[in-house]
């Protein structure tokens, strides 16, 4: 479970750091490797998931995982100066409060 929010957040930094946007990197990734990153990286947490749970279910807590990684960088990015190592460290919590919490 650990692994597959891990992995989502590995595919959402992917897309985000393809984005005009970001600031953490100084030269964007491709979008299309981006995008092949972020697919890949939800089809391993989902099939981890599935692990654990149905099939609807772990392709839910995927959707619920990505919708919250999403917001999270959003808002950090807009309202937080943040630096790559804060997004190392809060991937990292994010990963463990939702492994404790059973998601």
């Known amino acids: ?3 597959a929010v891990l992995f989502i957040w590995l ?4 897309v985000f750091f393809s984005s ?9 990734i491709r979008k299309d490797v981006a995008w092949a990153i ?8 989902t099939y981890l998931f599935s692990q ?6 772990a392709g839910l807590l995927t959707l619920a995982n990505v919708m919250v ?3 999270i960088f ?3 990015q807009g ?5 790559s190592v804060k997004y190392l460290v809060s991937a990292g919590s994010f990963a463990v409060i939702s492994y404790w919490l059973g998601g």
């Open 1 to 3: 479970m650990l692994l």
């Open 11 to 14: 595919g959402c930094a992917a």
């Open 20 to 28: 005009k946007q970001q600031k953490l990197l100084a030269r964007r």
């Open 38 to 45: 972020f697919t890949l990286a939800t089809i391993i947490a």
């Open 52 to 57: 654990h749970h149905l099939a609807v279910t």
């Open 69 to 71: 990684i999403w917001l």
């Open 74 to 76: 959003v808002f950090s």
């Open 79 to 83: 309202h937080f100066r943040v630096t």
